[in-house]
């Protein structure tokens, strides 16, 4: 996304039972009917099953107990096996809980109680929205957040129009959840670089760093308006450093240039 002198507003902010039915009885000289009859019904097995005259499939289709890290959970193969992918992958497949999370400094968390524990199809509320139905689990993606060197998984949710983001994080033996706006998470990079916006000229490129169940949010460049004077003005940061807005075009346009990251559909059913 390139932002230009007035940027982008992007807010900061998934039994018929078969009984057999038995031989024709054939007839013979010197035996009775009854004697037949008695012969055939000690050699059947008592409710034997029919025998098909289809052969079965040789490959069948997957089951219905299949779970979802071996049929939906992809996207992670190019990233070392860790105890840490292991639990992403687990919580996406609705295998284990996620533990809601707060982020430093985002106005969406306060006063919001943290710390509850629940399953990724269980959201109903996300930073004091509250919903008839729990969220739709749209789409995810890894990405290394924090550049650590281990992943962090992205997912996408919706209720309809509206969107959010979570960003879950694997520390200490739990998963924790950081949850974000729909334009308070724009354009994540594969390098954790992402956009948010509190307004159309205030724009901030951030990203992430984490300490279990807390997580922080850190500026790496930004524009912000400044309405005080007689003229609207706007500055442009490139850290702590104000520069000019040529510079800041330039950083804008080496962030889009970037590798993004990849998303992968989130199929609902098993």
Known sequence: MKIRKLLPCIGISLSLCACSTSAPISTSLGK????ILSEQTEKEEPHAPAV?????????????????????????????????????????????????????????YDGLKTGNTYYLDEVMDILGYQFEKPLQIVRYAFADMDNDGQP????????????WYKVLHYDNGKV????????????????GIYI?????????????????????????AYSQSDSSGEEFVIHYYIGDKEVPE??????????ENKDGIIWHDYITEK
Do not use: C
């Open 52 to 108: 098909s005259e289809t052969p079965a499939p040789k490959e069948e289709e997957p089951s219905q107990d299949e779970t979802q890290d071996t049929r939906k959970i992809t996207g992670y193969e190019d990233w070392k096996s860790s105890e840490a992918l292991d639990a992403l992958i687990r919580a996406l497949s609705l295998e284990e809980t996620i533990t809601e999370g707060s982020i430093e400094g985002n106005s969406y």
């Open 196 to 220: 948010g916006s509190n307004g159309a000229a205030d724009n901030y490129y951030l990203h992430l760093s984490f300490d279990e169940e807390k997580a922080k949010e850190i500026v790496a």
């Open 152 to 163: 962090e998984a992205l997912v996408e949710m919706a209720n309809g129009g509206d969107g």
């Open 176 to 191: 924790f959840s950081f949850s974000f706006v729909y334009r308070g998470f724009e354009d994540p990079n594969a390098d």
């Open 32 to 35: 009775a009917s009854e004697d």
């Open 246 to 255: 040529e510079d800041f075009i330039k950083y804008s346009d080496e962030q």
